[in-house]
Nanobody, 124 residues
Framework: QIQLVESGGKLVQAGASLRLSCVASGRALSIYNMAWFRQSPGKERELVAS????????IHLDSLKGRFTVSRDTIQNSIYLQMNGLKPEDTAAYYC?????????????????WGQGTQVTVSI
């Protein structure tokens, strides 16, 4: 099984940049479809970004396009979420997830493996 550990979240001011990391162990993450989700209090967990087995990336929320990018380092067995121009509405717990499904799943329930999350808080 794959184990996932996120890091990089912290309190920042609006306009700042952060890079979140998700380090995998146990198995190579390149055999999984990988994703970043986020969840803020009272809201459902939402798909932010994904990178499939082939390394193709996608940002799934229109409000994040042009500000967030997702990348992978197969040597480090890690994926990253680069977040620029952060806004208060980006405040959430960010989670890394992995799936062995054929295609990149959209719903959290379709991911079998999760990290513990890392908190990003953006102040005005």
């Amino acid at each position: 099984q794959i184990q996932l550990v996120e890091s990089g979240g912290k309190l920042v001011q609006a306009g700042a940049s952060l890079r979140l990391s998700c380090v995998a162990s146990g198995r190579a993450l390149s055999i999984y479809n990988m994703a970043w989700f986020r969840q803020s209090p009272g809201k459902e967990r939402e798909l932010v970004a994904s990178i499939n087995r082939s390394g193709n990336t996608e940002i799934h929320l229109d409000s994040l396009k042009g500000r967030f990018t997702v990348s992978r380092d197969t040597i480090q067995n890690s994926i990253y979420l680069q977040m620029n121009g952060l806004k208060p509405e980006d405040t959430a717990a960010y989670y890394c997830a992995a799936s062995l499904s054929l295609f990149v799943p959209t719903w959290p329930s379709e991911y079998a493996y999760w990290g513990q999350g890392t908190q990003v808080t953006v102040s005005i």
